[in-house]
């Protein structure tokens, strides 16, 4: 496990005395506005790119800051604040970064451009301007956007589908051509919606969201989805997309595979190095199994697979005692050389009693996990 360390905001004010990793963001409970869906990216130049988004019962639901660190992560400054966007990744394509996801919760598919390293930014106003699919009621995470056989692919869901949370998402995935202008929709094909069956598993399956695009084992585009399980064994589902990315499928008999805290959302990537499928995911140690699993997330691991299917946990990377109060989520995360680097939604002690939930986070922290791909258990760092 990792051991608490001394952490300084911008300008040098102790923020929490054990708060672990580099805190970027700091939203306090009195606030009534907690931290969101961070994503990460690496500007042209090496600077480090982070957004985050906030939510509570002062948001406006609707909002992304960005942030920028020039040292690799030590230090962090605010960049902008942007209005009409949630639930967004960060990504570069060719020479620019982009931002895509939705207009606010439950709101329209958008994305943005800048070439600039994040300081400003496109506007969707229209579908040729990054409005992608304008009707309500989109939802995602910050998940990969992948380039494979010449397509851009992002995995997306709806929530128009029947029932209650988790039940009504509905997944599909969206590609466009990659060398194509990405801010007009009319580039963009988006596959049939997929809704789930509460029936499934036993009628343990609540539902399925933020969904991952990964190139799977066999070359093809799959869409790796986070399961609401109503039952302590954490699954994924697995989508099978066609190759024009118009089909979404699904066989309940094989596309269920088990995943340690795949009842949170996770970001997959592969490795071409190690040729595994790597996460950072909320595992459940053995005294929290009472809890239901998509509540558990005080202990941030390391994990890998060589297929998508069989998963091994490798490092316990952050863990709390306090599963009701705690929380380390939502973790996005790039490739860095040896190193994997990410940024974590974060519920912790502070100056006014912590965060509100595990759940309703007052930080965003940077971490840096060292020589990844070694086999030890030597714990992640703040920075280098």
Same mark, same amino acid.
């Given at each position: 496990?990792?051991? $608490? #360390?001394?952490?300084?905001? *911008?300008?040098? %004010?102790?923020?929490?005395?054990? !708060? /672990?990793?580099? @805190?970027?963001?700091?939203?306090?409970?009195?606030?009534?506005?907690?931290?969101?869906?961070?994503?990460?990216?690496?500007?042209?130049?090496?600077?480090?790119?982070?957004?985050?988004?906030?939510?509570?019962?002062?948001?406006?639901?609707?909002?992304?800051?960005?942030?920028?660190?020039?040292?690799?992560?030590?230090?962090?400054?605010?960049?902008?604040?942007?209005?009409?966007?949630?639930?967004?990744?960060?990504?570069?394509?060719?020479?620019?970064?982009?931002?895509?996801?939705?207009?606010?919760?439950?709101?329209?598919?958008?994305?943005?451009?800048?070439?600039?390293?994040?300081?400003?930014?496109?506007?969707?106003?229209?579908? $040729? #301007?990054?409005?992608?699919? *304008?009707?309500? %009621?989109?939802?995602?995470?910050? !998940? /990969?956007?992948? @380039?494979?056989?010449?397509?851009?692919?992002?995995?997306?869901?709806?929530?128009?589908?029947?029932?209650?949370?988790?039940?009504?998402?509905?997944?599909?995935?969206?590609?466009?051509?990659?060398?194509?202008?990405?801010?007009?929709?009319?580039?963009?094909?988006?596959?049939?919606?997929?809704?789930?069956?509460?029936?499934?598993?036993?009628?343990?399956?609540?539902?399925?969201?933020?969904?991952?695009?990964?190139?799977?084992?066999?070359?093809?585009?799959?869409?790796?989805?986070?399961?609401?399980?109503?039952?302590?064994?954490?699954?994924?589902?697995?989508?099978?997309?066609?190759?024009?990315?118009?089909?979404?499928?699904?066989?309940?008999?094989?596309?269920?595979?088990?995943?340690?805290?795949?009842?949170?959302?996770?970001?997959?990537?592969?490795?071409?190095?190690?040729?595994?499928?790597?996460?950072?995911?909320?595992?459940?140690?053995?005294?929290?199994?009472?809890?239901?699993?998509?509540?558990?997330?005080?202990?941030?691991?390391?994990?890998?697979?060589?297929?998508?299917?069989?998963?091994?946990?490798?490092?316990?990377?952050?863990?709390?005692?306090?599963?009701?109060?705690?929380?380390?989520?939502?973790?996005?995360?790039?490739?860095?050389?040896?190193?994997?680097?990410?940024?974590?939604?974060?519920?912790?002690?502070?100056?006014?009693?912590?965060?509100?939930?595990?759940?309703?986070?007052?930080?965003?922290?940077?971490?840096?996990?060292?020589?990844?791909?070694?086999?030890?258990?030597?714990?992640?760092?703040?920075?280098?």
């Amino acid at each position: 496990m990792m051991a $608490a #360390s001394l952490v300084f905001a *911008p300008g040098g %004010k102790v923020v929490a005395e054990t !708060v /672990p990793g580099v @805190v970027i963001d700091h939203s306090p409970k009195t606030s009534g506005i907690y931290i969101g869906s961070p994503s990460l990216a690496v500007w042209t130049n090496g600077d480090y790119i982070a957004t985050h988004d906030d939510f509570g019962p002062n948001s406006t639901l609707a909002k992304t800051t960005v942030f920028t660190s020039h040292d690799r992560g030590r230090t962090w400054t605010k960049t902008c604040e942007i209005d009409g966007q949630y639930w967004s990744t960060l990504f570069m394509h060719r020479g620019a970064l982009y931002l895509i996801g939705t207009s606010r919760e439950y709101g329209a598919v958008v994305i943005r451009r800048s070439t600039d390293g994040g300081r400003s930014w496109t506007e969707p106003r229209d579908s $040729a #301007s990054g409005l992608l699919l *304008p009707d309500p %009621k989109h939802h995602c995470a910050p !998940v /990969p956007v992948i @380039v494979h056989n010449g397509r851009i692919w992002r995995a997306m869901e709806d929530a128009q589908g029947p029932g209650r949370w988790a039940a009504f998402f509905r997944a599909f995935m969206m590609s466009a051509p990659e060398r194509s202008d990405l801010l007009n929709a009319a580039n963009w094909t988006s596959s049939n919606r997929l809704g789930g069956d509460t029936g499934w598993l036993d009628g343990k399956f609540g539902g399925w969201l933020e969904g991952n695009a990964v190139v799977a084992p066999d070359g093809k585009i799959v869409d790796l989805l986070r399961c609401d399980m109503l039952a302590p064994r954490e699954r994924a589902a697995i989508v099978r997309i066609s190759g024009d990315g118009r089909q979404a499928t699904f066989d309940p008999a094989d596309g269920f595979v088990d995943l340690p805290g795949g009842a949170k959302k996770f970001t997959v990537r592969f490795d071409t190095r190690s040729k595994l499928y790597w996460s950072m995911t909320n595992v459940i140690a053995t005294k929290d199994v009472s809890y239901r699993p998509g509540v558990v997330r005080n202990t941030l691991a390391l994990i890998s697979s060589p297929d998508l299917r069989r998963w091994t946990v490798r490092r316990e990377l952050l863990h709390h005692e306090t599963p009701a109060r705690f929380g380390f989520q939502y973790v996005d995360w790039q490739f860095d050389g040896p190193d994997l680097i990410a940024v974590v939604r974060t519920a912790f002690d502070d100056e006014t009693g912590g965060a509100h939930s595990y759940h309703d986070a007052n930080y965003v922290i940077f971490l840096r996990v060292p020589d990844f791909r070694a086999a030890s258990s030597e714990p992640g760092q703040p920075a280098d």
